[in-house]
């Protein structure tokens, strides 16, 4: 019984870093029409760039408190940065070229920050380690062994959720987000100004990339230059399963993946190694029962 | 609409269509510049994969792209298909003879003769996918592993103890192993579009390596070993000796893979110009109009599916064959991502234009060896740079003209 | 052809500035290196490619030395394919004298053919399956790092010596790993070990809870670790964070500075490992190795496959040396490598050019570095091993 508490515990973590990323993917989705794939190599940047700044800030002597804040706002600020950089520099003026097009240019994208951080972040191609900045140890509950840590973290994790749900859906900027969503030409002249919100609406999908970026800093204590790739592939995963556009579905997606690995290693330790495949055997299996996704974009046609 | 017509080349601008004096001159010099043009580009093939020194190499690639550049500013390109389309089997001979050319000039050399199979091996696979992307308009971010299912399978008959099939054969089982593993997709990519159906042959993909690397039968991480080819009692692995000159055991490889190349080009080809090819075309364009029309969507996603995977399994047995070596580790996400970005690269749909991608997608990387740990980087810098500044890509797909020579 | 024009013309005009070394003018002979510089295993790759370098550096800068050597570099990718690729490359190319190549055994053992049948002597610097020496029995192949059965055969003794009884066996999935496992698994159940489980997972998986979990079901003395430094790191840290409390056992994977400082000195502490060579510092000319090394100014570390390579470069050098730049000379002279000194121990090579003699060392983390476990404060007492 104390074991099943602790997979479920174990599968939150993962999910919410999983819904994190999700969450990106079917905001730009949402706004522009593509998948940006550096999506993960944007976290990964953050991460590093968290890294610097907490490192910096204990080497100034300042209290732990302050590293945090400081590693929080690099990450998502260069993050944001970032993304908002690609978006303005390279996705807009490519947006009316083939979708397939602009997907392979976001891999390459990724690819480029990725090589990057290996090649010139001093001793990039090692793992590094990240300060834990947290509370250590934790409290067994029940039998559960619950990380303060990784209490905090998932707490933490939601409440961006909640703060981005919010933007969306109760500011002018959401509104306007929205109304690029809805329809582009419309929006235009209604005043919206396109090439302010779009890179604005990639630096909000950006930014929680990053975050997710220091919490898996945070929980993991490590960060390497490859860690953005299969994180990347299976954020898109979650957001196609959860149905693009769709915030909740993105976070859906997240834990549902999440609890998919921890269900196949719990039960069958032994195929520990067929995880992935049974999870990837798993989202194929549910997209062609729901083929726009568990819950459905709004208007997935338009003749 | 479906009219049946002669022309063997459909892309033939407006600009051709014969006026009233004058043709056959001017047909004469589109032809000579259409030789002209191949002979460039087969001895600019040759030096280009021969060189080595990074400096040759680096003005040799520069030239080119000004030729392309200034080839395609001067309507040079419109010339040279004007000049195929004018001789249409002249036009097949002068490429044959340009490439058994390149194979003499090239024939000590097994370095170079390697990365030329390689090039015609990925060329056939981005042909696949060019029926594919281009024609069906379906995702395919999964290449790779069709080639690996080729690939395993000539493994697998390889070890098969008692059992002594043909290599030409299990070539022919590779591509037919191939469309059996693909098949589990189709349901999937029938009932999904767009990046939904990116998602599951991307899935698929990653997952088909994850159960490669775990599966203990099919040599697990490490690999299997394989023999080379055997056709007619001809063993591939020995040099040829034919009119008084050797040619490297490779060049049975690039002539294997030249002939599997030219006919998954005449068979693209041959779907442009028929009646298919617009039924692909229709569904690609707009599924609902289609369906409205009486068109049945799932037959021909499953066609032109179905051929894809034929030519990337077919072409996967070569290659294993050829390496001598198969393992999990050749058939990743990047992998197909880096086929996928020569159907790009050379202009979706357009099925020349997959062939002088994929020599610079897969010599590119080969020749930036000596700026070592940075040439993946490079690499993926150029293509940005190749997508920001020519979304079209190489050679651009052009509007189908349905009647050629004649006002349709 | 043209190159050879030229690089003549640029010997000229070299020779005709710098007239009083004409006559010393040294021929240029080409060894080439191939290991991963991208990709996942790149550190290994890159710390090699820069100890070869300084093995060529410090080579040629002895005047005494009858030819220049030239070190031309390779990426693998860790891929068998790209892997026959460049070997075929070097093979074809006359003018490359002799090859160091491989991390990764699945391209080894992809490329020996190719090397047998361009007849290109070569010294593999660190893939460790038996398969690569032992399925053929080529003359041009030959392998200075040990085949990782020692290291599992010593290391399983040792935990028998120390008492252990409990095992789970934690791998990666790749060959590496998967053969780690299997002669961990060989060795354990010949000393009377118990195996409570055998766990396999991808080399790039980021989070380990659902393994760690049910390893902290199953309650082991000790934690079988089969892979390399990224993944060990996240096993050794996450292992703390579920709060596991378990001897770790490493091997050659998670040798060198790169574990310890990814996952700090306090959890790193007491992990043992099993390497196939003694620390540089006991070794002659070890220590003028690793300054040198520093003396290069080289960004990365050598890793703990730097000083192989290093030393495979140097014998390849010294053979050349003595027979001259042809290929089958150099084969030949590869055939009799018998106690020939080096900074990881005497090298002799056997029938299949398997070097025999590896010194497999035990190595503890007494704080925050790597000890020799004789010298450790854990041998002596002072300090104990978890469960002890």
Known sequence: MSAIGQYVLNGLMQGTIYGLVAMGFTIFFGVMNVIKFSHGDVMTFGAFGALVAATAAAAAGLPTGVQILAAVSTAVGLAALLGAGISRLLILPLRSAPPLNLLLMTMMVGTVIREAIRLFFPNGTNSQRFPALLPPGGATVGGVFVRYDGLILIVAGLLIIAVVHHIINRTRFGLAMRAVAEDQETARTMGVNFFRVVPLTFALGSATAGFAGVISGLYYSEINYGMGLLIAVIGFSAAIVGGLGNLWGAILGGYLFAGLQTVVVATLPTFSEYKNVVAFVAVIALITWRPTGLLAERASERV | MLTRHRSTQDEVPRDALPMVAGVSARRASDFAIFAVVVAACAGAVAFLVHAEDQRVVLSALVACGMAWFAAARFRVIAAVERGAAGHPWLARLVLVAACLAVIVVLREDNFGLLMLATVLIYATVCLGLTIQLGYAGLSNFCAAAFLGCGGYTAAALGRAEGIAIPDLVVILLGGGVAVAIGSLLVLPLLR???????????????????????????????????????????????????????????????????????????????????????????????????????????????????????????????????????????????????????VILGGIGNRWGVLPAALIVVLLPEKLQFIQEYRLLLFAVLVILVLVLSPGGLLPRRTRTLVAGRQA | ???????????????????????????????????????????????????????????????????????????????????????????????????????????????????????????????????????????????????????????????????????????????????????????????????????????????????????????????????????????????????????????????????????????????????????????????????????????????????????????????????????????????????????????????????????????????????????SEYASGKRKLLHR
């Open chain 2, 192 to 342: 999904t579009r767009g990046h939904y159906a990116a998602l599951t042959t991307l899935a698929f993909g990653v997952m088909f390596n994850v159960f490669l690397d775990a599966n203990e039968l099919l040599g697990g991480p490490q690999g299997l070993k394989l023999a080379p080819i055997t056709v007619f009692g001809w063993d591939f692995s020995n040099d040829l000796d034919l009119f008084g000159m050797t040619f490297s055991f490779y060049a049975n490889y690039v002539m294997l893979c030249l002939a599997l190349t030219a006919v998954a080009l005449a068979l693209v080809g041959l779907l442009d110009r028929s009646w298919i090819g617009i039924r692909l075309d229709a569904v690609r364009l707009d599924e609902v109009a289609a369906q409205v029309f009486g068109l049945r969507i799932a037959r021909w996603k499953i066609l032109a599916f179905t051929l894809g995977n034929v030519l990337a399994g077919m072409a996967g047995a070569i290659y294993a064959k050829m390496t001598g070596f198969i393992a999990p580790n050749n058939f990743t996400l990047g992998d197909s991502l880096m086929m996928v970005s020569i």
């Open chain 3, 1 to 375: 052809m043209g190159r050879i024009t030229r690089r003549c013309l640029a010997g000229v005009v070299a020779g005709a500035l710098l007239i009083p070394g004409w006559a010393e003018a040294k021929d240029t002979v080409k060894i080439a290196f191939v290991g991963p510089l991208t990709g996942p295993n790149s550190p290994h790759g890159i710390g090699a490619r820069n100890s070869a370098e300084l093995a060529v550096k410090l080579f040629n800068a002895d005047p005494a030395h009858r030819y220049q050597y030239e070190l031309v570099v390779l990426d693998d990718e860790c891929k068998p394919n790209v892997g026959v690729q460049v070997v075929t490359k070097l093979g074809s190319d006359r003018s490359i004298a002799a090859a160091v190549p491989h991390y990764c055994s699945a391209t080894a053992i992809a490329t020996v053919d190719v090397f047998h049948r361009f007849k290109l002597p070569m010294v593999v610097w660190a893939a460790v399956l038996p398969e690569i020496t032992y399925a053929n029995k080529y003359a041009e192949i030959h392998r200075v790092s040990g085949i990782l059965i020692g290291q599992n055969r010593v290391g399983a003794q040792f935990m028998k010596e120390q008492g252990y009884k409990t095992f789970v066996s934690f791998a990666d999935s790749t060959d590496y790993g998967k053969s780690m496992n299997k002669y961990f698994t060989e060795f354990t159940n010949e000393n009377g070990g118990k195996i409570l489980g055998n766990f396999a997972v991808a080399p790039d998986q980021q989070d380990l809870s659902a393994e760690l979990t049910k390893i902290k079901e199953l309650n082991p003395e000790v934690i079988y670790f089969g892979g390399l430094t990224p993944l060990g790191t996240r096993l050794r840290t996450q292992m703390d964070k579920l709060g596991i409390k378990a001897q770790l056992e490493g091997n050659s994977g998670i040798m060198g500075d790169a574990f310890i400082n990814a996952v700090g000195p306090d959890l790193a502490e007491g992990t043992v490992t099993f390497f196939d060579s003694p620390p540089l510092s006991k070794m002659p000319g070890g220590a003028a190795f690793t300054e040198n090394y520093k003396a290069a100014g080289f960004r990365e570390p050598p890793e703990a496959y730097g000083p192989f390579a290093y030393i495979a470069t140097h014998l390849l050098m010294q053979k050349i040396e003595a027979v001259g730049p042809e290929r089958a000379k150099i084969t030949a002279a590869l055939g009799d490598v018998k106690d020939v000194p080096s900074i990881v121990g005497p090298i002799t090579f056997d029938d299949h050019g398997q070097n025999i003699t590896p010194l497999t060392t035990k190595y503890v983390v007494q704080d925050g570095k790597w000890l020799l476990w004789e010298d």
